[in-house]
């Protein structure tokens, strides 16, 4: 298992249909509230919290948990 470059967590890589990966949190797999989160599902779809409702089973992106997260952020532009 990896764990965070910047705090330390351990987390998983998870590949998008697209063939990037996405850090999660790697004890966040579970049933979350599309209402008010933000879900990766097992398969890498990201599934933005605050437009729908309901719940579906996924995980917790790092960089919304991490406090480091935007040291990880790329800039507009691929710079």
Same mark, same amino acid.
């Given at each position: 298992? &990896?764990?965070?470059?910047?705090?330390? !967590? !351990?987390?998983?890589?998870? !590949?998008? $249909?697209?063939?990037? %990966?996405? $850090?999660? @949190? &790697? @004890? /966040?797999? =579970?049933?979350? @509230?599309?209402? /008010? !989160?933000?879900?990766?599902? $097992?398969?890498?779809?990201?599934?933005?919290?605050? %437009?729908? /409702?309901?719940?579906?089973? =996924? %995980?917790? $992106?790092?960089? &919304?948990?991490?406090?480091?997260? @935007?040291?990880?952020?790329?800039?507009?532009?691929? &710079?």
């Amino acid at each position: 298992m &990896a764990t965070c470059k910047a705090c330390g !967590e !351990e987390i998983l890589f998870i !590949e998008t $249909p697209r063939g990037k %990966y996405l $850090p999660v @949190d &790697a @004890d /966040s797999l =579970g049933v979350h @509230d599309l209402a /008010s !989160e933000t879900v990766v599902t $097992p398969q890498g779809i990201v599934i933005k919290g605050g %437009y729908g /409702s309901g719940q579906v089973q =996924g %995980y917790t $992106p790092h960089f &919304a948990t991490c406090p480091f997260a @935007d040291q990880f952020r790329k800039a507009p532009g691929g &710079a």
